[in-house]
């Protein structure tokens, strides 16, 4: 049985479709989904976004569970102008599997580079650029690093792939607080109203944005199952 991991159902709504056989599961107070791509028992999970939220689902989730490997997907920010929305990358500094050469469904290459785990999402064109330059990250996302760690308890290979979903040429459409409340593992419909209400021009941006990851996800969904069909798992 191979694990799935998003961080949210935003996230993973194109890939469950895919899915063959589907049903939900309760365990430890988490809920999977379990289905099938060709031959092979797929079980997604949603881990939430941030440390918190991610290590305690994540603790549960592989508490008496066997699965032959973990591909940790979802979304990530570009940190300098290597990637650009829709690139997908490979992070090689937290896969413990190593594949041979990948390719996403259109048949371009995916991208392989270091992926920074951050508390907080990154907004700023400077304060991204400062992190690729002192860590040599080329992306960052705010779960990998704990998933990889959850991994490395339990004895699960782990491939980690994500799509770009922002970067310094198109940034996030309004300010992280506005878009995800943490806290909540939601966006504030309320504060997002209120934003909307004072900015009536993010409305065209926010349009566009939601478009963009419409076909993020699509290429993230077919860069799994490619990667599920190739024998290299």
């Known amino acids: 049985m191979i694990a799935v991991t998003f961080a949210l159902p935003a996230e993973s709504s194109a890939f469950l479709r895919r899915l063959g056989n589907k049903s939900t599961r309760h365990y430890q107070g988490i809920r999977t989904i379990r289905g099938k791509i060709d031959d092979c028992t797929i079980e997604v999970f949603h881990t939430g976004v941030g440390e918190k939220t991610c ?3 994540m603790a549960s989730f592989l508490q008496d569970h066997q699965f032959d490997c973990l591909i940790s997907a979802g979304f990530a920010g570009a940190l300098n102008d ?3 929305t829709g690139d997908l990358l490979f992070a090689e500094n937290f896969s413990t599997i190593q594949l041979n050469e990948i390719h996403s469904s259109g048949n371009s290459p995916i991208h392989r580079g270091k992926l920074l785990t951050v508390p907080a999402i990154i907004d700023s064109i400077e304060e991204r650029q ?3 330059q002192t860590t040599g990250a080329v992306a960052a ?11 490395a308890e339990h004895g699960v290979p782990l491939l980690s792939l994500r799509v770009i979903s922002d970067s310094p040429a198109e940034p996030l459409p309004a300010p992280p607080m506005v878009l995800f409340d943490i806290d909540l593992q939601r966006t504030d419909y309320p504060r997002f109203a209120l934003y909307l209400t004072s900015h009536p021009t993010a409305v065209w941006r926010l349009t566009r944005f939601a478009g963009r ?10 860069a799994i199952v ?3 069909q190739s024998d290299q798992l």
């Open 55 to 57: 290590r305690q689902r």
């Open 226 to 228: 490619s990667t599920l």
């Open 130 to 132: 400062k992190i690729a």
């Open 213 to 222: 990851v419409r076909r993020e996800r699509e290429r993230l969904a077919n």
């Open 141 to 151: 996302d705010m779960e990998t690093e704990f998933i990889a760690r959850g991994c």
């Open 82 to 84: 290597k990637l650009h």
